[in-house]
Structure formats: C-alpha cells, structure tokens
C-alpha cells in the first residue's frame, strides 16, 4: 500500500523548539491553518460566484465545466494544515503568548 504525498512525518522536537512547548506550537499553527483556510474559501467563493445564474439551461452544462476546473484547482492545493506547518518551521510565523508582554 503506497503512503499518500499529503502524509509527512513530522519531528516534535522540532514543532516545539520555536515556541518551547508542543502544545503551544499546534495551537499557533491551527491558528494559522484557520486562517489560511478561510482565506482560500472566501477567494473560491469568489471564483465561483461568478458563475451563478438563477436560469437551468443546456448551457450551464459548459459552464460547469470551468467550475469544475477551478474547484479541482484548488482541490490540488496543498492543505491549510501543511502551509501552515511549514510556514512555521520556516520561522516565517511570527507570535507572542496574551500574558506577556511586548517588550
């Protein structure tokens, strides 16, 4: 049985060095993936409502079509859940924690 490409071993050393707890760390890159996840919903949204139409006709058949294909689009996208992990291992995800200070 052949592992799916989106499955990735992650080190857990690694996730919880940036922040210096684990937990920290997956609930700062939840919080990213929402982000990015609504981000990509809202822009699909936008995409698609382009081809709404109140009218069925024999011509919506051919519009379906590029619907389909932009949905396939970002079907191939990486997951929010990914970009976000590497995004954070990159250091490119800055944060602080609510009870410190900014100093």
């Given at each position: ?76 996208m990486?997951?929010?859940t ?22």
């Amino acid at each position: 049985m052949a592992a799916q490409s989106s499955i990735v071993t992650r080190d857990v050393e690694k996730i919880a060095a940036p922040s210096g707890n684990v937990y920290e760390s997956v609930v700062i890159i939840s919080k990213r993936a929402r982000q990015i996840a609504v981000n990509l919903k809202e822009e699909l949204n936008n995409k698609l409502a382009e081809f709404a139409t109140t009218v069925d006709n024999l011509e919506e058949v051919f519009e379906n079509r590029e619907q389909i294909e932009i949905s396939k689009f970002y079907e191939r996208m990486p997951k929010p859940t990914n970009t976000a992990i590497e995004e954070f291992l990159d250091g490119e995800l800055t944060f602080r924690m609510r009870n410190e200070d900014p100093a």
